[in-house]
């Protein structure tokens, strides 16, 4: 059993292909289904079962249509940077880690925001003896 590595990515073994490529940062479930259909793999074959033809197919194809991993990254730190830079309202929000798409933040994003709050019992100690 040979792992399977595409794009510095290693798939796992034991899942269908379609949910395997779904690990590359930048594929998901849409794109990976339109992968499969131009490469002509069914997507119920597992990762283990393919054929070393149709693990360079995958790759070949990956690599020359779509942006992933490291590249993609990339251009969306440039891009977040970009609106930071040109002070815009999206940029500002990013730089105070806060909600960017318009979520309300007066009762949600308490985890962004550092206001989360631990549940903690009723405040009462335990007495230590019995009565």
């Keep these: 059993m040979a792992v399977i590595r595409i794009v510095g990515v290693t798939i796992p073994q034991d899942k269908r292909i379609v949910i395997a490529l779904t690990y590359i940062y930048g594929i998901g479930l849409n794109k990976s ?3 499969l259909e131009t490469v002509k793999i069914d997507q119920d074959t597992r990762t283990k079962d393919l054929t ?9 194809y990956i690599r020359e ?7 993609l ?3 969306v730190m440039g ?12 940029g500002s929000r990013h730089e105070k880690r806060l909600p960017v798409r318009g979520q309300r ?6 985890s962004v925001r550092g206001n989360a709050r631990i549940s903690v019992g009723s405040g009462r ?6 009565t």
């Excluded at 933040?105 to 308490?110: A, C, D, G, L, V």
């Design 33 to 35: 289904r339109e992968i």
């Design 52 to 60: 070393t033809e149709q693990e360079n197919k995958l790759r070949e």
């Design 65 to 71: 249509n779509f942006k992933t991993e490291g590249d």
């Design 73 to 75: 990254k990339r251009e």
């Design 79 to 90: 891009n977040i940077k970009r609106l930071k830079e040109i002070k815009s309202y999206r």
């Design 105 to 110: 933040s007066k009762t949600n994003s308490r």
């Design 125 to 130: 100690t335990q007495s230590l003896q019995k």
